[in-house]
């Protein structure tokens, strides 16, 4: 299974940006009708019904990952099985100068809460500033901040911990002539892992992959119709690891496409790049030529039922001494359902292989399977107001002894004001 094949089953050419890598892919596919930011920007502000002279406030609450996390690692060790939550109380504010330019703040801060492992009990949270300008023949989308929040962070370590991301990015885009426009967008982003234990052989790894990225990506865009989304660019990289015990800085430049179409009936999205990355500041990292990117396709009324076929390809960093990264490649379908106005389902499951890269050919070679299946279902009781319960469960079998383990985790998610 390569994503090659599956774009040339799929019939369809690329689309997409953002991060050089994604290091932890969720499992589940894409959201089933993605949405522009200025999309969300229009949804958040006609949510925002509190006013403070020019000022709309829009608070926000939820009690989120009410979860029984289970993880078993390595020849059977089970890591402590815990309950967790996390509850969070803020609010998003949103100016705007005139009918096309909009000024953001979100404090969104929430509390993490463990019941066993109180030294991952943590105080989180979003905060950013943001402009969006949509003008005439000119967009301009500049976001800057701090996110920090609990997630998976390595399918090597499937381990709920808190991370801390700092950035700014920025998009421009211009239109050309008639269906024609030329888009820039970069971004610097700084990684950190907040590894609340470092005597775990496990999670303390995770320090090794904090690090900072700078992406240039520029080309143009061809939109005929509101449906069709079709880009070419190229984009230029530069990835530098904090840790030199693990160094595995890198830069590159690559050829990337974009492809988006979205019918009543009929949905698709690409992402590829043709990445070609060598070590710089005489770094370990091993040179890598090849692709990476994601596809799904939608077929049926996502507001009722639909189905999504997914897959991805993408360049991790290993936490492992002997390896650089792995090529991470999945493989799923998703069942959507809505159950009236108020109620969402969706279940999905997805199979694929990670093929670990090693830095000395003497080093034996590591391939893992990897299963994972998982549902959630939705029910919204008023504007603002949701609950929601999820599942899900991943197993990962290596061809090596005493690499194999699995995740589990089952959860409430209870939204109370606000947009998530």
């Known amino acids: 299974m390569t994503l090659i094949l599956c774009l040339m089953a799929l019939g369809l050419t690329a689309r997409g940006a953002g991060a050089q890598f994604i290091q932890y892919t969720p499992p589940g596919g894409p959201e089933v009708r993605p949405e522009s930011r200025q999309e969300i920007l229009r949804r958040e502000l006609d949510a925002a019904r509190y006013h403070l002279g020019p000022v709309r406030i829009a608070p926000w609450a939820t009690l989120r990952d009410l979860a029984y996390v289970q993880n078993l690692l390595f020849t059977g060790v089970r890591q402590p099985s815990d309950f967790t939550a996390t509850a969070g109380a803020g609010f998003r504010a949103y100016l705007r100068n005139g009918p096309e330019a909009t000024w953001t703040a979100q404090v969104l801060p929430e509390y ?41 962070v390595s399918s090597e370590v499937p381990v709920p911990v808190s991370s801390r991301r700092d950035g700014i990015d920025v998009l421009t885009e211009i239109e050309i002539s008639g269906a024609f426009s030329a888009f820039a967008a970069t971004y610097f982003d700084r990684q950190s892992s907040l590894v609340a234990n470092l005597t775990d052989p496990g999670t303390s790894a995770l320090r090794f992959l904090d690090r900072d990225e700078q992406v240039l990506r520029a080309g143009v865009r061809w939109r005929p119709n509101r449906q069709w989304s079709v880009g070419l660019g190229a984009e230029r990289s530069e990835v530098h690891f904090i840790h030199e015990s693990l160094n595995r800085s890198n830069s590159g430049t690559a050829p990337v496409a974009e492809a988006r179409f979205q019918g009543r009936r009929v949905g698709f999205q690409l992402d590829a790049a043709d990445r070609s990355l060598t070590s710089i500041r005489g770094s370990e990292f091993v040179p890598f030529h090849g692709l990476t990117g994601s596809a799904a396709l939608t077929l049926g009324n996502t507001a009722r ?42 279940v999905f499951v997805e199979e694929g292989q990670d093929d670990y890269t090693a830095f000395a050919t003497t080093t034996p070679a590591r391939r893992e399977t990897v299963s994972s299946y998982g549902a959630d279902l939705t029910v919204t009781l ?8 999820q599942g899900v469960r991943s197993k990962f079998n290596s061809n090596l002894p005493g690499d194999d383990r699995n995740y589990t985790s089952v959860g409430l998610t209870i939204h109370l004001v606000g947009i998530q």
Do not use: C, M
Not at 127 to 144: M, Q
Not at 382 to 389: D, I, K, L
């Open 382 to 389: 008023r504007q603002g107001f949701s609950v929601g319960v």
């Open 305 to 346: 039922i639909s189905t999504t076929l997914y897959t991805s390809r993408n360049l991790v960093y290993s936490l492992s001494p002997d390896y650089a990264y792995l090529t991470d490649e999945r493989l799923g379908a998703a069942l959507n359902a809505g159950f009236g106005q108020h109620t969402t389902g969706r």
């Open 112 to 152: 993490v809460w463990w019941q066993r492992q109180s030294e991952k009990r943590q105080l989180n949270g979003r905060y950013l500033l943001g402009f969006y300008g949509y003008f005439n023949r000119f967009t301009l989308e500049v976001r800057a901040g701090r996110q920090q929040q609990q997630q998976l």
